[in-house]
């Protein structure tokens, strides 16, 4: 009979490099990782919105403003008797008329919403804009009376005046009720006599 030794099996296991798949730690980080990034990048691009929002909600109020300010330079100068005809600004024949004006939505001269009327008239509704564009915005007018004073300013006075200071404001009202002005205008007009 032979003498047998048993053979002894041994398992190897494979070394470090060739383990294969990632263990708990590796996820947890990676997953931080990837949520920190992802926050940072939330975070700019909220900034970026609001940014162009703001940009947005200005171009309109300038161009508001500019629409209103032309139409009242557009009038004539005030005389001492003249008073305001008619209904709305249809009826504003002077600058004077327009002191105190305020309305939200912002109007056309008309009386109609701006973006509902064309120069034909009543704009179809497919090329309106939606109404909330407008609906938070408000057109502001002061008509101050003033004279010249030395230097740069000017006096506010009750009596005539021979020139007028005009402040166009466009406010903008949020969802949370603040209102912010966006923007505004001021001219100086003045009653120069024509020569015959």
């Given at each position: 009979?032979?003498?047998?030794?048993?053979?002894?099996?041994?398992r190897t296991?494979?070394p470090?490099i060739?383990?294969r798949?990632?263990?708990l730690?590796?996820?947890?980080?990676?997953?931080s990782?990837?949520?920190?990034?992802a926050?940072?990048?939330?975070?700019?691009?909220?900034?970026?919105?609001?940014v162009?929002?703001?940009?947005?909600?200005?171009?309109?109020?300038?161009g508001l403003?500019?629409?209103?300010?032309?139409?009242?330079?557009s009038?004539?100068?005030?005389?001492?008797?003249?008073t305001?005809?008619?209904?709305?600004r249809t009826g504003f024949d002077?600058i004077d008329?327009y002191?105190?004006?305020?309305v939200?939505?912002p109007?056309?001269?008309?009386?109609?919403?701006?973006?509902?009327?064309?120069?034909?008239?009543t704009?179809p509704?497919?090329f309106?804009?939606d109404?909330?564009l407008?609906s938070?915005?408000r057109?502001?007018?002061?008509?101050?009376k003033?004279t010249?004073?030395?230097?740069?300013?000017?006096?506010?006075v009750?009596?005539a005046a021979?020139?007028r200071?005009?402040?166009?404001t466009i406010?903008?009202?949020?969802?949370q009720?603040?209102?912010?002005?966006?923007a505004s205008?001021?001219?100086?007009?003045?009653?120069v006599a024509v020569?015959?």
């Amino acid at each position: 009979m032979q003498n047998r030794t048993p053979h002894l099996v041994t398992r190897t296991t494979p070394p470090a490099i060739m383990r294969r798949g990632i263990t708990l730690v590796e996820t947890v980080i990676a997953i931080s990782l990837t949520t920190f990034a992802a926050g940072a990048l939330l975070t700019s691009l909220t900034s970026t919105i609001q940014v162009g929002t703001d940009a947005f909600r200005t171009s309109i109020a300038n161009g508001l403003a500019d629409q209103l300010m032309d139409e009242i330079a557009s009038v004539k100068f005030p005389s001492a008797t003249t008073t305001a005809t008619g209904v709305g600004r249809t009826g504003f024949d002077d600058i004077d008329d327009y002191n105190g004006y305020s309305v939200s939505p912002p109007q056309a001269r008309s009386g109609a919403v701006i973006g509902t009327e064309d120069a034909a008239g009543t704009r179809p509704v497919s090329f309106r804009p939606d109404p909330r564009l407008y609906s938070r915005y408000r057109q502001q007018v002061t008509v101050e009376k003033i004279t010249e004073s030395t230097g740069t300013s000017w006096n506010t006075v009750t009596t005539a005046a021979p020139l007028r200071r005009v402040t166009v404001t466009i406010s903008y009202t949020d969802a949370q009720g603040v209102t912010t002005p966006l923007a505004s205008q001021i001219r100086v007009f003045s009653n120069v006599a024509v020569a015959p």
